[in-house]
């Protein structure tokens, strides 16, 4: 079964450190997303993109983070200058072809900030 | 008000039993409903869409009420493996934007 994939799995940064979260999702997949969960805290969205531009974004999303679907294949989430409260779980989630399809989720990145 | 909201639980029930989970949604033009599952320190898994005239998978039955707007997840028969946080999801229509509620924490006990 195809599957969505996340590097590296666990991400230990220095606050102010630019890092840069990696997907892979599903091949033939249009929609993809990032969510994160802070340890104990829900799933909250942070971003929809489709056809190459963000779709929708929360309140989360701000300057400080970026989509970027380089090469038709990665879609990566940087966040430029991160601060302590960045550490979560980040999760990626890809979608074949319209909202109400099922949404895949990768195994997530572990980020922490020191 | 929380725009999904959910009994944190946990609920402890023994193997067999049968327990139901409801959500609540703030936003009335909300559209597609959803149940997921994580796994601890997993990623969430769908468990279920919710349908306006209900929907049936095995021993789940998902539930809509637009009028009250709540959504209820009942699961029959409850194995070891049931075990996790069942979590509610709606999106609004127009919107990509799916909201996630806090989650219920189900444990089964042999």
């Known amino acids: 079964e195809p599957e969505v994939t996340q590097t590296p799995s666990h991400q230990v940064t220095q606050m102010g450190q630019e890092v840069i979260l990696r997907c892979v999702p599903i091949?033939?997949?249009?929609?993809f997303y990032w969510y994160r969960q802070i340890l104990g805290q829900k799933v909250e969205f942070l971003v929809s993109?489709?056809?190459?531009?963000?779709?929708?974004k929360s309140e989360i999303f701000d300057d400080q983070f970026s989509v970027e679907r380089p090469d038709g294949s990665n879609f990566t989430l940087k966040i430029r200058s991160t601060k302590l409260e960045d550490s979560a779980m980040y999760f990626c989630?890809?979608?074949?072809?319209?909202?109400?399809?099922?949404?895949?989720f990768g195994p997530g990145t572990r980020l922490t900030v020191l | 008000r929380k725009e999904v909201e959910q009994d944190p639980g946990p609920f402890n029930v023994p193997e067999g039993a049968t327990v139901a989970f409801n959500c609540t949604y703030s936003?009335?033009?909300?559209?597609?409903f959803f149940w997921y599952r994580q796994d601890c320190r997993k990623e969430p898994k769908l468990l279920m869409s919710?349908?306006?005239s209900g929907n049936e998978d095995g021993r789940f039955t998902a539930q809509l009420n637009r009028a009250s707007q709540y959504i209820s997840l009942l699961i029959r028969d409850s194995k070891l493996s049931d075990s996790a946080t069942y979590l509610c999801v709606v999106r609004s229509s127009g919107t990509y934007k799916y909201i996630f509620g806090t989650g219920t924490r189900l444990k089964v006990l042999a």
């Open positions: 989630a890809s979608q074949a072809l319209a909202v109400t399809d099922t949404q895949y």
């Open positions: 091949s033939n997949h249009l929609y």
């Open positions: 936003n009335s033009a909300s559209q597609s």
């Open positions: 993109f489709y056809n190459n531009e963000i779709s929708e």
């Open positions: 919710v349908y306006s």
